[in-house]
């Protein structure tokens, strides 16, 4: 990703949804081969914000409080396919990732990168609480 097409806090104009999604594509791609062969069919979409249904379900307080979100059913959970099952799919929310970006040192690449790992976490099967004992034995 060309640094020069992403605006800096202080430039004139914020990440696009493509721009997000050529970093996660990006992020994806630098992952070990051995390791995307394990995520069999995933989607991923780029988002301004979550679907009012999933602020109500997950009962944020605001559409900022979430950065990214795995749909679909664990691969250790597919066993036999349901009819009429959508493919597992990894959404990420480009305006609280802007945010959360503003107000952090991190890249916006590092950030989106953590975002996808983190949810493809979710698509193996693992809480919230799994990757942070991850994160913690990694640092």
Known sequence: ???????????????????????????????????????GEIRFI????????????????????????FEGRPIGDLGVPVTGEMTNRILLYRRPILDFWAENDETLEAIV??????????????????MEDLERQAD
């Open 113 to 130: 990168r953590h975002v996808l790992i983190h949810e493809i976490g979710h698509h193996f099967g693992l809480s919230d609480a799994d």
């Open 1 to 39: 990703m060309d640094d020069t097409r992403i605006a800096t806090l202080g430039g004139s104009r914020a990440a696009s949804l493509g721009d997000i999604e050529a970093m996660a594509i990006a992020a994806y791609a630098d992952l070990p081969q051995e390791f995307r062969s394990l995520c």
């Open 46 to 69: 780029v988002a301004d914000f979550p679907e009012e249904d999933v602020i109500e379900e997950m009962e944020l307080e605001t559409e900022f409080d979430i950065l990214g979100l």
